[in-house]
Each structure stands twice: as structure tokens, then as C-alpha cells.
């Protein structure tokens, strides 16, 4: 909820009651003139709530489920009562009141609407209006009524109702307003008697006849009061565009609207009272975060009533006047201060909502004291059983689209291969084991003479069929494999013969003079006695040799036994391996040449080096 749409009924559950109050505004300020009558200021504080007998326990007053929404209280003013159990029937009562109105004081053209167009409307004269929220510099002050309801006091208990009850509350309106609802409320809210139906009037529902019918009487007193002095027609104009607000009072919750004039110091003030009912969780500490964060040009201040805590709202707001409405026929803006106050209900989800309007700043004190006095007359009466969260409409399912049956083909079974299973012993990384060569036949006794022929024929036979299977042995599968002998180290360089001219270079690098740096290499550093193993960072630099390296000379006779043995083909490419002391960044080492000795000439042409004589 932000500034732009604080009075809009979307975003403010109390914009409602919120739109009605601006529209009173508009009406006390078009209508109201000289011919108005007005009561005394002091009506507002006359009377007080200690002064009268019934104003401690207003739920003992016989006001009953059944019976009016508020009455008059000879010097204590009027009672409205209001809550969640009486709801109405929701009858439209605006055409017909307007109607019977406009027959009570023989028809003619009502302000601002032309004469005989048919059914009057509050869009015949651009109602309601909703007020906007004006400059901070117009808010009026935060009077000290107002502050003192700050103090702390004793509060209330409720007054237990019997179940089904739901919430309701009760408070008093100083007798210098004038009610613009029915006493009675909405159509089906309390007992009314059903007047008899009029010839010529189609059938309608009792109930809504009944609420009409008061409707109209009462608004007809209220105008006979106002314009008393006055000719009929002042008199048909409040009453008939007042009755075309009945069904907004009715779809805003609102339970009271009023409005007073009254003359002070010789001069004419007047204001609007609303009481609504409205809908909000929230309890009184987060709905005044959200009133002071919403609206940065209010002030908002949380009280204690003797019905509990409350939030009381301060703030200007500009109220459009309607071209129909005015006197001049131009439509205008008016500023008007109002103070709204919001007391939660005890059932936990109602809220009550009392804001008073005027367009009179110089009399704001009188009507907030009056304001404070009405707040602390309200009592509240509950069920003990707390409002259950509306529940939203469950959405519809949609029906999903009729889609033809999908037939899963059928595919014919592949026949399996078989498949030769080895044995549950079979290693497949085991070597292929050699035959074995078959045993030869051990040789049998020397037989008798004719039987040595017979013998040494099957002798021969199985001699020749034994080398036939030596000779011809069962081929094999697969490639036959070398197998290397376990100390086998395929990274090892190949080892070559050591020369008797290698010996004296390793002596030459053992015997290296020590660095005059102190630069201790790889090969230098002492043996770890903890035996602990390092990576090195780097690659392995082996340390510069100290002497340049010296190829030794093939030796004659190892050239000679290479010359007679030919050497097994080996494969790759030959790479020859540099001695462990070669320094591949190290200068090519240059033979030493003896200095040329200087001739003989050349040292006759040097000059000395010391001339005794200059």
C-alpha cells in the first residue's frame, strides 16, 4: 500500500469508510448555508459519561440481537451498537427510498439533476468523492484531548455473549449529530414491521419494504430538522441525495454516519462522523507501523482506551466539491482535518474504525475533545470464539484435453547368441603354460621268440607316433610374450663400460675446491638423521663442475673387441647421455694459447712509462 492508493479500496481495507467521510464532507459543505439550523457548540461537552447512570454499562441497555443498530439516550446522546453477527441481507434500499422521498415532498428537480429523468442516482451528482492526502504543512496539531488518551487507565474486560454472537461493540455519539443511517441498519439486520404493500408495486422481499420504509421516514425528520426554517425544497434536496448514498453506507460496513451543525462564537462549523467495521489481522502495533509508514504526511500515535489499545490518526485531506453540487456550478476543492482512530475487536480479525472530518481548522479542538469523549465510551461484548480467515475461492480444474490412446509397439525378441562360459577357476592373465611331452611306454618283458617280431613292430609304431607329436606341437592363440625378470627397470639408461679415463675426472670433481659463496647444492647437504623425505620444488640442477669437462679417448682394445663383435639391431634412435658432472649452460671451454711474445721492434717504439726530464 503506498500514497498513490492509500484511499483505494484495494489496497486499504478501510478506504471504504474512508470514501464516505469525504463524501459527508462534500455534502455538509455544499448544502449546509444560512438557512441551515444549528445547534449550540456546548451540545458537543454538555453531557458526560459520569452524569449519566447508563454510560458504565451500556450492554445492560435493551438492545438485542433483533433489536436497532442505535437509539437516543435522553442526556447521554446516541448509542450505536454494531457487530460481526449482523451482517443484513444486502437488499438494495437507494432507488426506492428516493423514490418515496421524491413523492413525500412533491417531485420537482432535485439540485445538480434535471427534473423527470427517471431513477435519481448518486452518479447524477459525481458521488461519492474520495478524498486525497494534502500538504504537511496543512496537518492540524495533535491536541492535548487527543494526547491524554496516551496515559495509561484501566481497561474493560468484554462482556461475555452467548455463542454464535460473534463480536460486537457499543459506544455514545454526542446528541449534536445527526444520524444519515437507519436506525434499524441494513435490511435484515433487525425486526422490523412490514408495512403493507402499496397497489401497483410488484412483489419485493419484506424484509427490504420494511428497512426502505424507515429509511425514508427517518432521512425525511433528519431534513425536517436541518431546514426546518426553510422551504420544502432545500429540505427534498439533502433528503433525496442523501438517500442515493444508502447502499454505499451499506456495502462500506458503515454501521453510523452523521454530521452536526453547530454555531460557535457567532459563527457556523460543522463536521462528519463516521463508525465502520472493517476486516484487518494485524494487531495494533503493526497496524500503526504500517498507518505511520503508509502515510508520511499523518500522525500516528498508539493509546490505551478503556476498550484496549488503539491507533489515532491526524492528517489533512483535500475534498472535491462537485460541479452539481456547488452554488456556483464549478467544482472546487476543500481542505479538511480529520482524526481517525482504529481499536481492534477481541475476536482478533475486526477492527473498528471512528473518524470524524471538518472544514473548520479553527474549531478542531472542540471536535477532537468531543472525538476523545466518544472513544472512551466504547465497550466491546464477545463469544469467546475467534474470526476464522475468509477463505478465497478454490480454483476450477480445468478438464485436460481428450488425446488419442498411444499404442506401445511391439518388438520381436532378438535371439541371444550363445555364448561359451569359462570355467570358475579361469585366470585370463595367467601365461600359457608348455605341453607336457607324453611319457615314453615303459619297455615289456622280453617276450617268447614269436612274439618279439609282433613287439618290436608296436614298439617302432609308438616310437615314430611319439616324435610325430614332439615334431608337430599344437598351435597356439595369441602373440608370445617375453616376461621380464622381476628386478627388470624399464626407465634404467643402458649401462656402458666404464673407461680408465672417467676415473681420474671423478677424482678431479671430488676434490673441487668448496664454494667461497657458501652455496649449498642438492648433492652437499647433510643426510636427514630423522630419515625425513622432501620434494623438491624444482627440477634437479646438477651442481657446475669446477673443471672443464674432458672426453676421454676410446680405448684401443675395447674399439678392437667392438669391431670383431657385431652388435645386436637395436630399436629407436641412439641419444648419447652426458657424463653426471655436465653443466649444459656452462661457456664452451676455449684451448689456452701462451700471450704472443712482443717483438723487438714494438718494444723500441713503447714509450717510457717515466720520463726523468718531462
Given at each position: 500500500m503506498t500514497?498513490?492508493?492509500?484511499f483505494?479500496?484495494?489496497?486499504n481495507?478501510?478506504a471504504?469508510?474512508?470514501?464516505v467521510c469525504?463524501t459527508?464532507g462534500?455534502l455538509t ?9 444549528r445547534h449550540?457548540?456546548?451540545s458537543?461537552t454538555?453531557l ?21 443498530v442505535h437509539t437516543?439516550?435522553?442526556?447521554l446522546?446516541?448509542?450505536i451498537?454494531a457487530?460481526?453477527a449482523?451482517?443484513?441481507s ?6 426506492r427510498a428516493?423514490?418515496d422521498?421524491?413523492e413525500?415532498y412533491?417531485g420537482g428537480a ?5 427534473a ?14 474520495t478524498?486525497e492526502?494534502?500538504d ?6 495533535f491536541?492535548?484531548?487527543?494526547a491524554?488518551?496516551?496515559a495509561?487507565?484501566q ?14 461493540v457499543r459506544l455514545?455519539?454526542?446528541?449534536g ?7 434499524g441498519g441494513?435490511?435484515?439486520?433487525t425486526?422490523r ?13 419484506p424484509?427490504?419494504?420494511?428497512a426502505?420504509e424507515?429509511l ?6 433528519v ?5 426546518g ?7 427534498r434536496?439533502?433528503?433525496v ?17 452523521g454530521?452536526?451543525?453547530?454555531e460557535?462564537d457567532g ?6 462522523l463516521?463508525?465502520?467495521l472493517?476486516r484487518?489481522?494485524l494487531?495494533?502495533t503493526?497496524l ?5 509508514t503508509?502515510r508520511?504526511?499523518?500522525?500516528v ?11 489515532v ?9 462537485p460541479?452539481p ?6 467544482r472546487?476543492?476543500v481542505?479538511t482535518?480529520?482524526?481517525e482512530?482504529?481499536?481492534?475487536l ?17 474549531d478542531?479542538e ?10 472512551k465510551s ?13 477463505a478465497?475461492?478454490?480454483?476450477a480444474?480445468v478438464p ?6 498411444v499404442?506401445?509397439?511391439v518388438?520381436d525378441?532378438?535371439?541371444?547368441a550363445?555364448?561359451?562360459a569359462?570355467p ?8 600359457v603354460?608348455?605341453p607336457?611331452?607324453a611319457p615314453?611306454?615303459t619297455p615289456?618283458?622280453?617276450?617268447e621268440p614269436?612274439?618279439e617280431?609282433?613287439a618290436?613292430?608296436a614298439?617302432e ?6 616324435e610325430?607329436?614332439e615334431?608337430?606341437?599344437k ?8 616376461i621380464?625378470?622381476p628386478d627388470?627397470?624399464p626407465f634404467a ?7 680408465p679415463?672417467?676415473?681420474p ?12 659463496f657458501?652455496?649449498?647444492?642438492a648433492?652437499?647437504q647433510p ?7 622432501v620434494?623438491?620444488d624444482?627440477?634437479?640442477v646438477?651442481?657446475p663442475?669446477?673443471t672443464p669437462?674432458r672426453?676421454?679417448a ?5 674399439a ?8 645386436k639391431?637395436?630399436?629407436g ?5 652426458p657424463?653426471p658432472?655436465f653443466?649444459?649452460f656452462?661457456p664452451p671451454?676455449?684451448p689456452?694459447?701462451p700471450?704472443?711474445e712482443?717483438?723487438a721492434?714494438a718494444?723500441a ?5 717515466h720520463?726523468?726530464?718531462g
Open positions: 500514497q498513490d492508493v492509500q483505494s479500496p484495494e489496497a481495507p478501510f471504504a469508510a474512508e470514501q469525504a459527508l462534500t459543505d455544499a448544502l449546509f448555508d444560512h438557512r441551515t439550523t449550540p457548540a456546548a458537543l454538555a458526560r459519561e459520569a452524569h449519566h447512570p447508563a454510560a458504565e454499562a451500556l450492554f445492560g441497555l435493551p438492545l438485542a440481537p433483533n433489536g436497532p437516543a439516550l435522553d442526556r446522546g446516541t448509542v451498537t457487530g460481526t449482523r451482517p443484513g444486502g437488499a438494495r434500499l437507494a432507488d428516493t423514490t422521498l421524491h413525500r412533491g432535485v439540485r445538480g439533476a434535471i423527470d429523468r427517471g431513477t435519481t442516482s448518486a452518479a447524477l451528482f459525481q458521488l461519492p468523492v478524498g492526502f494534502a504537511a504543512k496543512l496537518r492540524p496539531p491536541t492535548p484531548a487527543l491524554a488518551l496516551a495509561g487507565q481497561t474493560r474486560q468484554p462482556v461475555e455473549l452467548p455463542t454464535g454472537a460473534g463480536a460486537e455514545v455519539v454526542p446528541p449529530f445527526h444520524a444519515l443511517t437507519s436506525p441494513p435490511a435484515g439486520a425486526a414491521t412490514v408495512p403493507a404493500r402499496r397497489p401497483g408495486t410488484a412483489a419485493a422481499d424484509a427490504a419494504l420494511a426502505a424507515e425514508t421516514g427517518h432521512l425525511g425528520e431534513a425536517d430538522e436541518l431546514f426554517g426553510a422551504g420544502p425544497e432545500p429540505r434536496d439533502f433528503a441525495i442523501t438517500a442515493t448514498l444508502a447502499d454505499l453506507f451499506q456495502d462500506s460496513g458503515t454501521a453510523y454516519a454530521v452536526c451543525a453547530l460557535s459563527r457556523a462549523t460543522d463536521a462528519a463516521v463508525v465502520s472493517a484487518h489481522p494487531p495494533i503493526g500503526a507501523t504500517e498507518l505511520a503508509v508520511r504526511h499523518a500522525e500515535w498508539t493509546v490505551l482506551l478503556p476498550a484496549g489499545p488503539a491507533a490518526l491526524v492528517e489533512a485531506r483535500t475534498v472535491p466539491v460541479a453540487l456547488a452554488a456556483d456550478g464549478q472546487r476543492w481542505v482535518s480529520v482524526v482512530a482504529f481499536v481492534p477481541p475476536d482478533g480479525g475486526t477492527v473498528l474504525c471512528v473518524q470524524l472530518s471538518t472544514a473548520r481548522p479553527e478542531w472542540l471536535y477532537t475533545g468531543a472525538f476523545a469523549e466518544l472513544l466504547i465497550q466491546f461484548g464477545w463469544d469467546g470464539e475467534a474470526v476464522r480467515p475468509a478465497g475461492p478454490a480454483p480444474a485436460a484435453p481428450a488425446t488419442d490412446p499404442i506401445d509397439p518388438i525378441p532378438v535371439p541371444a550363445p555364448v561359451g569359462p570358475v577357476d579361469f585366470n585370463p592373465f595367467a601365461p603354460a608348455e607336457e611331452p615314453r611306454p615289456a618283458p622280453s617276450p614269436a612274439a617280431a609282433v618290436a613292430v614298439e609304431a609308438v616310437a615314430e607316433a611319439v610325430v607329436v615334431e608337430e606341437p598351435p597356439r592363440k595369441g602373440t608370445p610374450v617375453l621380464p625378470p627388470f627397470d639408461p643402458p649401462t656402458m663400460p666404464l673407461t679415463a672417467a676415473e675426472a671423478a677424482a678431479a670433481g671430488a676434490g673441487a675446491a668448496p664454494d667461497p657458501g652455496t649449498t647444492v648433492a652437499e643426510r636427514d638423521p630423522f630419515g625425513t623425505t620434494a623438491s624444482g627440477p634437479a646438477p651442481p663442475p669446477s669437462p672426453i676421454p676410446p680405448a684401443e682394445a675395447v678392437e673387441a667392438a669391431e670383431d663383435e657385431e652388435p639391431p637395436r630399436k634412435t641412439p641419444v648419447m647421455i657424463p658432472d653443466d649444459p656452462a671451454t676455449m689456452l694459447t700471450p704472443d712482443p717483438t721492434e718494444e717504439d713503447r714509450t717510457p712509462e720520463r726523468p726530464f
